[in-house]
Nanobody, 126 residues
Framework: QVQLVESGGGLVQAGGSLRLSCVVS????????MGWFRQAPGKEREFVAA????????VYSDSVKGRFTISRDNAENTVYLQMNSLKPEDTAVYYC???????????????????WGQGTQVTVPS
């Protein structure tokens, strides 16, 4: 059974930082491309960042580029999202997602991912 478990969310003041983690079990992590998405109240789930299964390729949404960094530790079956210079508009539930692949591409679409975590809340008060 595949499980993706996020942690690290919380309340942080504008300009602050958080690091989200997502631990994957039940999959061969080295064949698993990963992504982070977020969903604010009343809005659709949106792409934040993605990383290839080897970690050699990353891609970011324009809204977080230069502030967020996605990384992975294949030995620990974990993907991270380092979030710096947080803004009130970053407030959302953050989800990690995984897709099995033999390639090294990254994916931005919700429909491309097979497995999802339960989400972790990030709140940045205005």
């Amino acid at each position: 059974q595949v499980q993706l478990v996020e942690s690290g969310g919380g309340l942080v003041q504008a300009g602050g930082s958080l690091r989200l983690s997502c631990v994957v079990s039940g999959r061969a992590f080295r064949f698993y491309a990963m992504g982070w998405f977020r969903q604010a109240p009343g809005k659709e789930r949106e792409f934040v960042a993605a990383i290839s299964r080897t970690g050699g390729s990353t891609v970011y949404s324009d809204s977080v580029k230069g502030r967020f960094t996605i990384s992975r530790d294949n030995a620990e079956n974990t993907v991270y999202l380092q979030m710096n210079s947080l803004k009130p508009e970053d407030t959302a539930v953050y989800y990690c997602a995984g897709r099995v692949t033999l390639g090294t591409n990254t994916n931005r679409e919700v429909a491309d991912y097979q497995d999802w975590g339960q989400g972790t809340q990030v709140t940045v008060p205005s």
